[in-house]
């Protein structure tokens, strides 16, 4: 994500991708925050938005993994990712994209 977007710039992006008829199911997701300009004068609530917008799509997604090099981002994609937990579905942040890639591989459908 890049800039400083909304909770439903997420949602409709998301959707896009989520719901592309051709996009495999169950699959990972890959969420990119390097580029998120604004993420500090993001409330709770929003954060937990845009988590609660995954946790929908848990039985069509494997994980979710965020890319946040910031101390700032990270902490926030942390707690952002107890709460799309507590809905089913794996979610952790990263500071680097290859951890991410990993991780996400990892838990791939076979």
Excluded: C
């Excluded at 169950?26 to 929003?46: I, N, T």
């Excluded at 994980?63 to 946040?68: F, L, N, R, S």
């Excluded at 809905?87 to 791939?108: H, K």
Aim: cysteine-free.
């Amino acid at each position: 994500m890049d800039g400083d977007y909304t909770s439903s710039e997420v949602r409709r992006v998301g959707a896009a991708g989520l719901e592309d008829p051709d996009r495999p199911v169950p699959s990972p997701v890959l969420v990119d925050m390097s580029g998120a300009a604004g993420m500090r004068h993001k409330s709770s609530e929003q954060i937990g938005d845009t988590a609660g917008f995954f946790a929908e799509y848990n039985d069509s997604v494997t994980g979710v993994a965020v890319i946040a090099p910031s101390d700032l981002v990270f902490g926030m994609m942390n707690q952002a990712g107890a709460s799309a937990q507590a809905a089913g579905l794996e979610t952790r942040p990263f500071r680097d994209r290859s951890e991410a890639l990993s991780w996400l591989m990892g838990m791939a459908p076979e």
